[in-house]
Nanobody, 124 residues
Framework: QVQLVESGGGLVQAGGSQRVSCTAS??????VAWFRQAPGKEREFVAV????????YVTKSMKGRFTVSRDSAKNAVILQMNSLKSEDTAVYYC???????????????????WGQGTQVTVSS
């Protein structure tokens, strides 16, 4: 059975750091993306790591504070979040695909596999 499991969420103070991981079991994925969804808002693209296309980036509005990396030995993709702000409070989801193309990597509908999400709450 294919599963994506996020871990590492929690409560953090503004200005602090948090690291969330996405671990895949049952299958290896070439492309893993992070999205987030705050209450009352649409799901928002955060970052992507794609071994198949050599693409790795964080969305422009979070660049400089967030980084994405892959731990191949653990079949995991990590989102490191620094200088957190209250507006970063959201449920963070990872999504995976072996077929998504570069032009669609920021679209939630391009991913077939999703984790259950992990809550990150930033207190001000």
């Amino acid at each position: 059975q294919v599963q994506l499991v996020e871990s590492g969420g929690g409560l953090v103070q503004a200005g602090g750091s948090q690291r969330v991981s996405c671990t895949a079991s049952g299958r290896t994925f070439s492309t893993v993306a992070w999205f987030r969804q705050a209450p009352g808002k649409e799901r928002e693209f955060v970052a992507v790591d794609s071994r198949r296309t050599g693409t790795r980036y964080v969305t422009k509005s979070m660049k400089g504070r967030f980084t994405v990396s892959r731990d191949s030995a653990k079949n995991a993709v990590i989102l490191q979040m620094n200088s957190l702000k209250s507006e970063d409070t959201a449920v963070y989801y990872c999504a995976a695909s072996n077929t998504v193309i570069v032009s669609q990597m920021e679209s939630p509908s391009a991913y077939s596999y999703w984790g259950q999400g992990t809550q990150v709450t930033v207190s001000s």
